[in-house]
């Protein structure tokens, strides 16, 4: 399973939108509505933002949505805060016996 | 609460073995998949493998198959996992992660602390 491809850094001003990409194969991203979107910050596990494509986890504010085209997902955070900064990586449900892959990450600064 | 609770860092030789643990509480333990995941310095995520707790069925990634065992102790709610033949490059900071069973794609919505595994002679 090859690792899915995301920009390695994306940023904003505070109150701008960014969108991530996240391209894999009809294998992975294209084959299944099963792609979360996590958020590390510094020293801390990754935590989920963005389930099933578009779902948010409960306490996850709104400012951060997810849609998919073909092999090709995106996460977009809307008015960027401070807090925002952080790593963001995307996972995809790869068939078999629950086999996962994850994204490259994407580094998101907050000018 | 719900959490995973793992042991602690370890250094290892080239050649060694090493085996982690991850420590269920606050939920039912069989309800849930478990999964390990690594993050080497700088580094992004690689999804190790998986282990269901019900029956032990496991299922490893390709690049990890021959060299990691993954295995469960229901009686005390924790899950181990065990990577073998040691390199330099196998240093990272481990995890283990939660999905739930119903749902093939579930995401990892809970986290252990991490465990650092640093491999050096």
């Known amino acids: 399973q090859s690792a899915l491809t995301q920009p390695p850094s994306a940023s904003g001003s505070p109150g701008q939108s960014v969108t991530i990409s996240c391209t894999g194969t009809?294998?992975?991203?294209?084959?299944?509505?099963?792609v979360s979107w996590y958020q590390q910050h510094p020293g801390k596990a990754p935590k989920v933002i963005i389930y099933?494509?578009?779902k948010r986890p409960s306490g996850v504010p709104d400012r951060f949505s997810g849609s998919k085209s073909g092999n090709t997902a995106s996460l977009t955070v809307s008015g960027l805060q401070a807090e925002d900064e952080a790593d963001y990586y995307c996972?995809?449900?790869?068939?078999?016996?629950?086999?996962?892959?994850f994204g490259t990450g994407t580094k998101v600064t907050v000018l | 609460q719900v959490q995973l609770v793992q042991s602690g860092a370890e250094v290892k030789k080239p050649g060694a073995s090493v085996k982690v643990s991850c420590k269920a509480s606050?939920?039912?333990?069989?309800?849930?998949?478990l999964h390990w995941v690594r993050q080497a310095p700088g580094q992004g995520l690689e999804w190790m493998g998986i282990?269901?707790?019900?029956?032990?069925?496991?299922n490893y990634a390709q690049k990890f198959q021959g060299r990691v065992t993954m295995t469960r102790d229901t009686s005390t709610s924790a899950v181990y996992m065990e990577l073998s033949s040691l390199r330099s490059d196998d240093t990272a900071m481990y995890y283990c992660?939660?999905?739930?069973?119903?749902?093939?794609?579930?995401?990892?919505?809970?986290w252990g602390q991490g465990t650092m595994v640093t491999v050096s002679s």
């Open positions: 282990i269901n707790p019900i029956d032990d069925t496991t």
């Open positions: 992660a939660r999905t739930g069973v119903v749902i093939p794609g579930d995401p990892f919505d809970i």
């Open positions: 606050g939920y039912t333990f069989t309800s849930y998949y």
């Open positions: 009809s294998s992975d991203v294209g084959g299944y509505n099963y």
């Open positions: 996972s995809s449900y790869a068939g078999s016996y629950r086999t996962y892959v």
């Open positions: 099933e494509v578009r």
